[in-house]
């Protein structure tokens, strides 16, 4: 009698290896053992005045904060009057005390003064005893604030975020569900799980559909899209003529003015870009399922993806970013599509042709992709040469060098007619070209931050290197510092600025090197403040950090501040479906929340998944579509740990969405014996 295989048998030494390596790292990326100043506070009716103590909490909190400890109420003793929007406490003495936990969260307290008014006593347990009278002739209020940097009491004493239970149990839920994962991607499928080689085109259709929906409901609910400054500049430049900004980029600029001819609202062209991404993210899914992915399961990836508030709020977006994600989508579908023909077939014009024009418009959309996009396009043109010497890929390659390089050039050269044609000449400077300083305007950002560091830290300089620096904003200014972001520094250099901009141009022209020379003596002498604020500055990327919510920008809904052309242009943000915006707006708010937050908008969780099923597919199947692919997050990620002006999700949301759609790869399992994939032919 033959014995049955066991379930662990094709686990290998490797497999337990990456499990548990992939396992600590995610929860040492969690920082659930971190310490935090916790704040307690204990308020109760003194016995020094007669009279109540009525406490409010504005909002709707209560319940949230009895449930989670933040708040604890004697049983009896204190009497609880609830109203539309807000909670009313009132006690005399010798009631027992109400006890308030908070920490980075603050807990708001307002006292009510009147004229039956007595005594509260606060104490938070560390030495801070106050005594607040509330009586008084007209009822008036005081605010008192419990946890977070503007409290009212220093903190009792720090305490680890979560308790040991909760880490334990966090632990084992990760080793557990990584364990699930390889188990599923490892164990042989039957033959009846095995998918047909080639899937009803119609299913692309079904495919998009819940990202149709999501982005469909948005764009109906936020009408005509989601707006920030940059999108609205670019777009009021793109209807007017003669203001052209090369850091908005030139290509977006002028697709955008194809639209603006049609229509001064930016509607057409986000429905259009809305829809294309939906179709992109199908079509890549469709190449997952000639690899194994199950049809049902298919459309779960869909409709989760389409779910995330990542998603709907991204694509609805008016801007650089979505079109340059939307073309990477169809570089993406491009590659795997090239990857999965048989080893012998020549690559086909036409996915040629979608794989060169996908790279392109993803490239020119945002210039930092573009380095990106050509390694990710020189490796498979390479590897697919390598396979068939088909000198149709050296075209391909050619062709995409020679446009990249044109296009660009031939724009810049055109925006500098159209200023020159429309704009006065004391008008034609409000942002310095690059081609105008020796080492670009984009640069001065790092100089001016680790500059800006190397001050707040105190650390020394010499009166030569210092002077250009100096001589921009005083030495005091340059100790405005954030390590996690740029715009605090640059803040203060707009506020304090000492030059007209004609001075600062000049000023620039003949300093920037020197002052280039300057930052890095700095770094070689002093290399930890370098690592340091690139450890501040990219923690977005690597830590998950349940509860803990650095500066970050996320996602927007409706308008952000915007440039006050734009209104006029596109109208002000409306909605024929004010209950439905207000259901988007609620659910938006939610995943921002502290509770929601790590898991909706911290990059690190979906790239540590992702990159753990990617890599154990990889080894079994060595298909090289996937593996050239995942490049595009990698190297988008190590780029980003390199040069990142702040933490903005949109940044590594490319490189999450294509991780995203790789991880439906675990539900791609091994063919039974006898069978072979066609991946590799």
């Given amino acids: 009698m033959a014995t049955k295989p066991s379930a662990w048998q094709h686990f290998t030494a490797g497999h337990w290896l990456a499990l548990i390596l992939t396992a600590t790292l995610i929860y040492l990326s969690l920082n659930l053992g971190a310490l935090q100043p916790e704040y307690r506070v204990r308020i109760s009716p003194a016995t020094s005045q007669e009279g109540s103590v009525t406490v409010a909490l504005y909002g709707n909190d209560f319940d949230s904060y009895l449930s989670r400890g933040i708040l604890t109420v004697p049983a009896s003793g204190w009497q609880i009057i609830r109203g539309a929007d807000s909670t009313v406490l009132s006690a005399q003495a010798p009631a027992a005390p109400l006890e308030i936990v908070a920490r980075n969260t603050p807990v708001n307290l307002t006292f009510v003064h009147h004229a039956k008014g007595g005594s509260a006593t606060v104490d938070n347990g560390a030495g801070d005893q106050r005594l607040i009278s509330l009586r008084a002739d007209q009822e008036t209020l005081s605010t008192l604030v419990i946890g977070g940097a503007g409290s009212s009491f220093a903190a009792s004493a720090e305490a680890p975020r979560f308790g040991v239970t909760t880490r334990i149990f966090a632990a084992m839920a990760i080793l557990i569900l990584l364990t699930a994962i390889t188990w599923q991607m490892t164990r042989p ?18 495919s998009a559909l819940p990202f149709l929906i999501t982005s469909g409901a948005t764009l109906i609910a936020f009408l005509p899209g989601n707006v920030s400054y940059d999108g609205s500049l670019q777009w009021a430049q793109a209807a007017g003529r003669g203001e052209l900004f090369e850091p908005l980029g030139y290509p977006t600029t002028y697709l955008m003015r194809s639209f603006a001819s049609m229509s001064s609202s930016p509607l057409p062209l986000i429905a259009i870009q809305a829809v294309l991404a939906a179709f992109g993210m199908a079509l890549v899914l469709r190449e997952l399922r000639h690899r194994g992915l199950s049809f049902p399961a298919n459309l779960g990836v869909a409709t989760v993806l389409a779910i995330t508030p990542q998603y709907f709020t991204f694509f609805t977006n008016l801007g650089k970013d979505p ?66 010497r088909a000198y149709r890929l050296i075209g391909a390659g050619v062709v995409f060098l020679v446009v990249a390089l044109v296009i660009p050039k031939s724009l810049a050269a055109l925006a500098a007619q159209e200023v020159e044609q429309y704009q006065r000449p004391a008008e034609r400077v409000r942002i310095l070209p690059n081609a105008d300083l020796p080492l670009g305007v984009f640069t001065n950002l790092y100089l001016y931050h680790l500059f800006s560091a190397a001050m707040a830290n105190e650390i020394a300089v010499t009166d030569d290197e210092a002077r250009p620096f100096f001589a921009i904003i005083p030495q005091e200014k340059w100790k405005n510092y954030s390590c996690y972001m740029t715009d605090t520094t640059m ?35 002093n290399p930890a403040l370098l690592l340091e604020r690139q450890a501040c500055i990219t923690r977005v990327l690597w830590q998950i950090g349940v509860g803990d919510r650095p500066f970050q920008a996320t996602a927007m809904l409706g308008y952000d501040v915007v440039d006050k052309r734009f209104p006029p242009l596109a109208g002000e943000s409306r909605t ?8 988007i707006q609620d659910y938006a708010l939610w995943a921002e929340s502290p509770g929601g937050f790590w898991f909706f908008w911290k990059p690190a969780l979906p790239l540590a998944f992702g990159l753990f099923i990617v890599g154990l597919y990889l080894v079994r199947t060595r298909d090289v579509g996937v593996m050239v692919v995942a490049l595009l997050p990698v190297l988008t990620i190590v780029q980003l740990l390199l040069v990142i002006p702040f933490p903005a999700y949109r940044y590594a949301y490319p490189a999450v969405l294509v991780m995203m759609l790789l991880s439906g790869l675990v539900f791609c399992r091994s063919n039974p014996p006898g069978t072979r994939t066609n991946v590799l032919k």
């Avoid at 499928?189 to 079904?206: C, G, K, L, N, S």
């Avoid at 023909?341 to 979608?354: E, F, H, I, V």
């Avoid at 790279?359 to 996009?373: E, T």
């Fill in 189 to 206: 499928a039957r033959a009846d799980e095995t998918p047909r080689p080639h899937p009803r085109r119609i299913e692309i259709v079904f």
């Fill in 323 to 388: 079109l340059c994600v939307t073309g990477i989508l169809f570089f993406v579908w491009a590659v795997l599509n090239l990857f999965r023909q048989p080893r012998n077939a020549l690559p086909s014009w036409g996915m040629l042709t979608a794989l060169v024009v996908s790279g392109l418009f993803a490239g020119l959309m945002r210039n930092n992709v573009m380095p990106i996009i050509l390694v990710a396009l020189a490796a498979a043109l390479a590897l697919l040469f390598w396979r068939r």
């Fill in 491 to 525: 803040a203060s250099l707009g506020q304090n600025i000492r030059f007209t901009q004609d001075e600062y141009n000049a000023h620039l022209q003949a300093h920037q090197p020197a002052m280039a020379q300057t930052v890095l003596r700095i770094i070689r002498d």
């Fill in 576 to 583: 024929p479906w004010p209950s439905l915006r207000q259901h």
